[in-house]
Each structure stands twice: as C-alpha cells, then as structure tokens.
C-alpha cells in the first residue's frame, strides 16, 4: 500500500478560506483570471500547488498560479508519469496511460 501524499502544504496557502469560485472564472474573465494570480503569487506554498495539480491532472482553473492551459505545456515540458508503472513519457496531449507494452495499463 502507498503512503498517503503530504497535504500540509495546503494549510500554509494564501487561498486558503477564499471563495472557491475566484479561481475558477469565467473564460474571458483577465480581471478574475488575474485577481487569482495575484493571491498565488503572494502564496509561500505557490510551487507545491503547481506540482499537485499537474500530478492531479487538474485541467481547469487557477493553480499554482497557472491556468489550466499553462500546467498542461508546463506537463507537457516536464514529461508525464504514468500512474501505473512511473515511467516518464512526453506527449502531445495528457495521456491516462502508458504506451510501454511492459506496463499493465499500457494503451494497445
């Protein structure tokens, strides 16, 4: 069984208590988009949340400073792990599995 993934970061966030809604706005929304940014760039725990929702594969919204278009050429960049065997692969787009034959969750 795998350890559970260390959380404590997020009570150390700048969001924290914020309405949930203020990072989610609305597409074309660049004063809510940036309003959000702005809190994440005072934020001391800024880089765990990025890498948390690019692992998470979190698609929409404001985290780690980033929208969800920015983390995913950031996942892009940075390779992909697949969840099943932890290899490292790069894609065009985020994959949910692995294309190595090996893996047991490999994409035929």
Do not use: Q
């Not at 990072?23 to 725990?45: H, L, Y």
């Not at 998470?56 to 995913?72: A, D, N, P, Q, T």
């Amino acid at each position: 069984m795998s350890a559970a993934p260390d959380t404590a970061w997020l009570d150390l966030a700048e969001c924290r208590g914020a309405p949930a809604d203020l990072f989610f706005p609305e597409r074309g929304d660049n004063d809510g988009v940036a309003e959000a940014k702005a809190i994440c760039a005072t934020c001391p725990v800024v880089s765990e949340c990025l890498d948390d929702a690019i692992e998470s594969r979190e698609l929409f919204g404001i985290r780690g400073g980033k929208s969800g278009r920015e983390r995913r050429l950031i996942a892009r960049k940075r390779g992909t792990r697949c969840p099943f065997c932890g290899d490292v692969f790069h894609s065009e787009v985020l994959r949910l599995k692995c294309e190595k034959s090996e893996c047991e969750r490999a994409a035929y």
